[in-house]
């Protein structure tokens, strides 16, 4: 396994699930469901608190790293068990048959492999009208690390991670307003237009606004606020 940053998780506490809120983004919707369901979250060994009219997002970020830091050295617990080698470092492909590793000081460390999966992950599509600044303009990496929840924010892209941060965003007490070029929600060709019009309905109950057939074309800031 060769990997150049850290992997993300979540957490069971008792009948409570503790979001990572950096955990893969198919997970992160029953962090919405948990909060339009509660009113006050309060476990015995978490110390915060979290109300429908306020979210200490420092607490919740706390807790997260405690989390993660607990489960990554799990993880790497079973890789050793399993006689699985973890390298940290950047990849690259030497030859047929060879990875090299490199880590932050530029060391070497030779890999062959018989078989290659390459399983880099993503990164955010940084647009050149809307440079990220991690203030206001806030990529998909910025949300999974907020400390405080916004008064209002627009979500350009009505697509599978757009929708899923509306739904967290509006949980938390966020006025959310999704923005989609296409005709509808989730404009993707596997799903069907009758799934992309029950979750329409169900962000309506949730009082997340969502323009369709509309393009984001540009965005001032003014006040400290964007328009």
């Given at each position: 396994?060769?990997?150049?940053?850290?992997?993300?998780?979540?957490?069971?506490?008792?009948?409570?699930?503790?979001?990572?809120?950096?955990?893969?983004?198919?997970?992160?919707?029953?962090?919405?469901d948990?909060?339009?369901?509660?009113?006050?979250?309060?476990?015995?060994?978490?110390?915060?608190?979290?109300?429908?009219?306020?979210?200490?997002?420092?607490?919740?970020?706390?807790?997260?790293?405690?989390?993660?830091?607990?489960?990554?050295?799990?993880?790497?617990?079973?890789?050793?068990?399993?006689?699985?080698?973890?390298?940290?470092?950047?990849g690259?492909?030497?030859?047929?048959?060879?990875?090299?590793?490199?880590?932050?000081?530029?060391?070497?460390?030779?890999?062959?492999?018989?078989?290659?999966?390459?399983?880099?992950?993503?990164?955010?599509?940084?647009?050149?009208?809307?440079?990220?600044?991690g203030?206001?303009?806030?990529?998909?990496?910025?949300?999974?690390?907020?400390?405080?929840?916004?008064?209002?924010?627009?979500?350009v892209?009505?697509?599978?991670?757009?929708?899923?941060?509306?739904?967290?965003?509006?949980?938390?007490?966020?006025?959310?307003?999704?923005?989609?070029?296409?005709?509808?929600?989730?404009?993707?060709?596997?799903?069907?237009?009758?799934?992309?019009?029950?979750?329409?309905?169900?962000?309506?109950?949730?009082?997340?606004k969502?323009?369709?057939?509309?393009?984001?074309?540009?965005?001032?800031?003014?006040?400290?606020?964007?328009?």
């Open positions: 396994v060769l990997h150049q940053g850290h992997a993300p998780f979540f957490k069971r506490e008792g009948p409570v699930t503790i979001l990572d809120l950096s955990v893969p983004r198919n997970v992160s919707p029953a962090l919405s948990l909060v339009n369901n509660l009113t006050v979250l309060d476990l015995d060994d978490l110390k915060h608190w979290y109300r429908r009219e306020a979210a200490d997002m420092a607490a919740v970020m706390a807790r997260k790293k405690q989390i993660v830091e607990t489960q990554r050295k799990g993880i790497y617990a079973l890789l050793e068990h399993g006689n699985v080698k973890y390298v940290q470092g950047k690259r492909i030497k030859k047929a048959g060879m990875a090299v590793a490199v880590d932050a000081e530029g060391a070497e460390t030779e890999v062959p492999f018989d078989r290659l999966i390459i399983a880099t992950g993503t990164t955010p599509l940084n647009i050149p009208a809307f440079p990220f600044d203030q206001h303009i806030l990529s998909s990496n910025h949300l999974l690390s907020l400390t405080e929840v916004p008064e209002s924010i627009v979500i892209g009505g697509g599978v991670i757009g929708c899923e941060f509306a739904c967290i965003l509006s949980a938390l007490g966020a006025q959310v307003t999704v923005v989609e070029a296409m005709s509808r929600l989730l404009p993707l060709p596997s799903v069907d237009e009758s799934c992309s019009k029950i979750l329409q309905r169900e962000m309506k109950k949730r009082k997340i969502f323009i369709t057939d509309q393009v984001v074309e540009r965005a001032a800031l003014s006040d400290e606020k964007l328009t």
